[in-house]
Each structure stands twice: as C-alpha cells, then as structure tokens.
C-alpha cells in the first residue's frame, strides 16, 4: 500500500541553522500539506500546498519556512533559522484533492526536530 | 472551547469493553477525520464522515456525526489491547481542507 515518506526520522541542530525536512508524498495525491506537533500539545497546520504553490499557510508558517517540490516527487519544508520553540514533531501529508470524496489525508512518520 | 476538543482526556478500560470518545469544533466543516497516533509515532488515518453524513462504520470502529451540535463521537467495540494509543478528531475545511486537529484522547485498554 502507498504512503507518505520522510527523512530525516531525527534531527538535531543548532540554533540559527538551516534545517530542511523532507517527504514524498503519495505519487497521485495533488494537495500536499506539512503540520507540526510540539510535545505534549495540539497537532497544528502549517502549510497547504497545491498545483506548485502555496494555498494556504498558518499564522505560525512566517518568512523563516518555506515549501517547495523540486522534482515532483519529493516535498520539503525549509527552516531558514531555527528557534528553539521550533522543536517539535514535523508531519508531512498528502491527499489525492481537496474534496469530491478524495479528501483523506494521509500522514507521514514525522521528523522530529530539536533545536539546540 | 477550542475547535476540536474531545473528552475525555484520557480513557482506561478492560480488553474486551467499548471505548467511546467525543469531539466537539465550532466552525463549519466539510468533513471530520479521526486519527490514531501511538506514543511518538505517527497519525494513522482511522476513518473520515463528511458533513452531510450522519454515521460512518469501519470494522470495528462507529463514528458519529451531529452538525447542529458540531459534535463527532468515535465508538471502538470489543476493545484489544492494541488500541492502546491517543485517538485525535480533525475538521476539515476551506478550499485546501486544511485540518484542525482536538487536543485528543488517551486510550489504555487493559489486558
């Protein structure tokens, strides 16, 4: 059965640092989207993104992240400084649209990030 | 209330007994997803009630659905050990059905 990949599972880093995170969505799926999930707390929404741009983004997804889909397999989520208050578990999810009864998203494994 | 709380926070029950577990949003929605995540790992997609739907069944899992109340319940029967995890309702909504996660339910089923 298909499903949603990420890379890396772990990942440390320092405060300041560039830190990108990785998936591959569902080879058929149109809508992609990324959240996140503090320890302990609400799994939150980050990012959609649809037909090579974004379609909708969070108060939380300010001009340190970006998303791109460099090769349409893969879909990252880019952290250009990280904060501390960055640590948290990043999951990546896709579905084949937005509706129309095709609107189950499917999750990733996550990555969970720590900023040191 | 947030959009999309559930309770109860956290569930103990016996193998063998039914799990039930509420979720309540305040805005509108196109449909309700319920996932289930074990301890650190990821969210598996459980089942999904679109909101002209009234009730959805997947082996052994029921869920509700009441618009007027803006309130969902998940129901597990013949509860197994395994189900032992945090069970989390979702809205979805808006152009890209971007989710709104509850803050979930901790399940313990006791063998």
């Known amino acids: 059965e298909p499903e949603v990949t990420q890379t890396p599972s772990h990942q440390v880093t320092q405060m300041g640092q560039e830190v990108i995170l990785r998936c591959v969505p569902i080879?058929?799926?149109?809508?992609f989207y990324w959240y996140r999930q503090i320890l302990g707390q609400k799994v939150e929404f980050l990012v959609s993104?649809?037909?090579?741009?974004?379609?909708?983004k969070s108060e939380i997804f300010d001009d340190q992240f970006s998303v791109e889909r460099p090769d349409g397999s893969n879909f990252t989520l880019k952290i250009r400084s990280t904060k501390l208050e960055d640590s948290a578990m990043y999951f990546c999810?896709?579905?084949?649209?937005?509706?129309?009864?095709?609107?189950?998203?499917?999750f990733g494994p996550g990555t969970r990030l720590l900023v040191l | 209330s947030q959009q999309g709380e559930e309770d109860p926070q956290a569930l103990s029950i016996q193998e063998g007994e039914n799990a039930t577990m509420n979720c309540s949003y305040k805005?509108?929605?196109?449909?309700l997803q319920w996932y289930r995540q074990n301890s650190g790992r990821g969210l598996v997609h459980l089942i999904l009630?679109?909101?002209?739907?009234r009730e959805k069944h997947s082996g052994r899992l029921r869920v509700t659905l009441d618009t007027s109340k803006k309130s969902s319940s998940l129901l597990i029967t013949a509860s197994r050990a395994a189900d032992t995890a945090s069970y989390f309702c979702?809205?979805?909504?808006?152009?890209?059905?971007?989710?709104?996660f509850g803050t979930g339910t901790l399940l313990a089923v006791q063998p």
């Open positions: 999810a896709s579905s084949p649209l937005a509706g129309g009864g095709e609107e189950t998203q499917y």
């Open positions: 080879s058929n799926h149109l809508y």
């Open positions: 993104f649809y037909n090579n741009e974004i379609s909708e």
């Open positions: 805005t509108s929605i196109n449909n």
């Open positions: 009630i679109r909101s002209n739907e």
């Open positions: 979702a809205t979805g909504g808006g152009a890209t059905n971007k989710l709104i």
